[in-house]
């Protein structure tokens, strides 16, 4: 038996692979084909206030080595995450990392404060960084001030004790000085990276492809992006722990982003060809 154990803050898991937010739901479909038990913790669909629909279809598109989506944070809201999702996962005895978005400010703190009290929680993943939701000006993790005071308001909300992994976005000019101002703010770890802000025309209609128009690309047309934003970050913060993900398909790729300085790898994209391929590649 090889230890496989790492940590993210205060919080230890069993091994460093980790489902990806938006990529396993709360789980219940994944459990179909492996044992929650097995991987470092399950991060769940990022969960906002309210019920969304999110935005209108298509919302995947194929792209060469990946693909593009603009789900729209379509979710339950958090107070039937907490009563039926949230509940399960414990039930299973699955280690889980709660992921929450919001459109302002205070929805996160409302979100981190409902969290606060609820059992069975590792860790709490901010996502600051989905450029999938409808009002564009809103995208924290591009604007350093509103990165920091989402993270802020989340911390003084929390407390001390669940560890707060940012997740940060690769669409900024210098993500070092973003990541130092979340951790800053509280943060105890970040998540690196987000898919990419990108698009798709369909030359049949002449149209774009995506009924949001844009979209977020991941898989492993995203992983060279991953890997220099792991490695520069993880350089100028060498003692904050990042969870990498982007583009990671088999144990050599996330064998790659840990090189590069993560302690712990997700993997989303590649989960939607294969299920089990967490599993396959914690194996390999
Ligand atoms: C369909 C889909 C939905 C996603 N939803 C979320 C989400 O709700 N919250 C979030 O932080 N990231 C979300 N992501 C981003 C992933 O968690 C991950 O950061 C990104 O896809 C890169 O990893 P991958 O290439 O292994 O998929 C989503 C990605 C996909 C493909």
């Known amino acids: 038996m090889i230890d496989l154990s790492t940590t993210l803050g205060n919080a230890w898991f069993p091994s460093p692979l980790f489902t990806a937010s938006g990529c396993a739901s709360s789980g219940k479909e994944l459990a179909q084909f ?4 097995e991987i470092g913790a399950v991060v769940t669909k990022s969960v906002m206030s309210k019920p969304r629909h999110g935005r209108a279809t298509p919302r995947m598109a194929e792209t060469p080595s990946g693909m593009i989506n603009s789900i729209g944070l379509q979710g339950p809201g958090i107070d039937q995450f907490l009563a039926h999702d949230l509940p399960w996962l414990v039930s299973q005895k ?11 400010v205070e929805e996160y703190a409302t979100l981190a404060r409902k969290v606060r009290s ?7 993943e901010v996502n600051i960084s989905c450029p999938n939701v409808e009002n564009r000006g809103l995208v924290f993790a591009c604007d350093p001030d509103a990165s920091r005071r989402v993270i802020d308001g989340v911390r003084k909300t929390l407390g001390g004790e669940l560890p707060i992994i940012a997740k940060l976005s690769p669409d900024v000019t210098d993500l070092v000085s973003i990541a130092k101002g979340v951790v800053d703010a509280g943060a105890d770890g970040l998540a690196l990276i987000n898919t990419v802000l990108s698009m798709v025309i369909n030359l049949d209609t002449m149209r774009p492809h995506l009924g949001g128009k844009t979209g977020g690309l991941s898989g492993p047309a995203i992983r060279p992006i991953a890997v220099r934003a792991i490695y520069q ?3 100028a913060l060498p003692a904050v722990p990042i969870l990498g993900m982007g583009g990671v398909a088999s144990g050599r790729d996330a064998l790659e982003l840990i090189l590069a300085g993560a302690k712990g790898v ?3 994209t590649a989960s939607f060809g294969d299920p089990a391929a967490i599993i396959t590649i914690q194996n390999e």
Do not use: Q
């Open 34 to 37: 492996i044992d929650l038990r």
């Open 94 to 104: 699955a280690r889980v990392i709660v992921s929450i978005a919001g459109e302002t």
């Open 118 to 124: 609820a059992p069975g929680i590792s860790a709490l």
């Open 233 to 235: 970050v993880h350089e």
């Open 266 to 268: 997700s993997v989303g």
